[in-house]
């Protein structure tokens, strides 16, 4: 079923508008929209997301993805019925050169625009001088809570506050990850050791926030401080990895991942500008220009697992208490991403009850985004004569638009312009 579309209909073809706010969100970008504006229908969501957003195909030219994994992404919000959540959150990754909608992971760089979307679309109320919004991720199962700043209960994206891998200075946004272990595969350590062996390459799989493999840059043959396009353009390095990780994935019990992004990995090694470890962090079928939100927690928490290929590049010096808060700075080929770890050690094994980070976010712009029909159309070509004669399509002579609402009402009317919903 469709809710809430708005068609246009002519005599060239038949396209959907649907309302949506673009967002950046950490190091990421992507159109945010309310959960009643998409069909319920999973298989209509996710052909439409992928007509919206221009895939597949590798620039995105149809549509208003941006051509990299980092800015072909959508966040679906709506208001949430569970006690302990405001707003329920669901991440879509939209394949750029693949017919694929992925619902796997979670993204804690669009995460940081959830709750200003939310404030925006007035789906919750404000505060003074700060907003908390509980979010449930449905991809995961995870509560996270979000801390937006609302100075006289109106919100601001105008801030000191400077993340590597964007220009300039934004709000902060605060995001929390609450019991995040065993995200995707329900275990701190998914193939039970700290430490796996495959085809002699030592690796550690963890999943907190997200289910991640980690190995050592020199394992790989890599320094570890390589660039974006130096890692991406050495082909034979990139299929070793991507071998590496599918083999991780099967000790995991995430079966063939071929064609998902799930797993994710990362190579570490020591830090050299002051920070607890390097990493480059693969997305996972390119590296990423800066790191992961999630991505970062993960690799957080791997660090203060001992035995871990992570904590033995780290080399932290925690706290004795068993239970303790750590901050963790991560250096990635854009500069560093900063996080925080609480640790409980109280138990058989190691916790982590709590993870947060700082973000920023910002719209970009608010308004429709034109799909096309999810119902099959004759192809028509109009010559550059034919549109002469005609007149162009944006004078109005021969465009005439019929806006009407889709749903289930049968006494539903057509609506005039500008309206619909």
Partial sequence: MLSRLTFFSNWR???????????????SKGPF???????????????????????????QIDGIGGGDSLSS??????????????????????????????TTLNCGNMLSAVAPFAIEKRIVETTDPETVVRIYNENTGIVMVATVQTPNRIITYEGDTAIDGVPGTAAPVKLSFINAVGAK???????????DDIDGIPISCVDVAVPMVVTYAESMGK?????????????????????????????????????????KICLVSKARNGGSITSRYFT?????????????????????????????VAKLVTPEE?????????????????????????????????ASFIRTARPLFEGNVIALSL??????????????????????????????????NPDSKPSGPGYGF
């Avoid at 073809?13 to 309302?19: H, V």
């Avoid at 595969?185 to 430490?195: A, C, D, M, S, Y």
């Avoid at 220009?289 to 033995?312: F, K, N, P, Q, R």
């Fill in 13 to 27: 073809n038949n396209m959907m508008k649907l309302p949506c706010m673009l967002f950046r969100g950490g190091t």
């Fill in 33 to 59: 929209f309310l959960k009643t504006d998409l069909p319920s229908d999973e298989n209509l969501r996710n052909q439409l997301l992928l007509s919206l957003m221009g895939s597949p195909h590798g620039r």
């Fill in 73 to 102: 992404k959508v966040a679906i919000v709506g208001l949430s019925e569970r006690d302990d959540a405001d707003v329920n959150y669901l991440f879509c990754q939209v394949h750029t050169n693949e017919p694929i909608v992925e």
């Fill in 185 to 195: 595969t329900g275990k701190l350590l998914p193939t039970g050791r700290v430490i």
């Fill in 223 to 263: 320094t570890g401080y390589e660039s974006k396009a130096e890692l991406d353009s050495d082909n034979i390095f990139m299929e070793k990895l991507e071998v590496l990780r599918r083999a991780a994935a099967l000790k995991m019990g995430l079966g063939d991942v071929s064609r998902s992004s799930s797993p």
């Fill in 284 to 312: 996972p079928f390119n590296c990423h220009d800066a790191h992961a939100v999630s991505g970062g927690l993960c690799l957080a928490a791997t660090c203060l697992i001992e035995g871990t290929v992570a904590y033995d």
């Fill in 322 to 354: 068993t239970k303790f808060e750590q901050e963790i700075v991560i250096e990635h080929p854009s500069g560093n991403i900063w996080t925080s770890v609480n640790v409980d050690k109280t138990g058989d094994s190691v916790d982590f009850p709590l």
């Fill in 375 to 408: 119902a099959p159309k004759p192809k028509m070509r109009v010559s550059a004569d034919a549109r002469d004669v005609c007149g162009h399509p944006d004078d109005g002579s021969a465009l005439e638009s019929l806006q009407y609402e889709a749903s289930t």
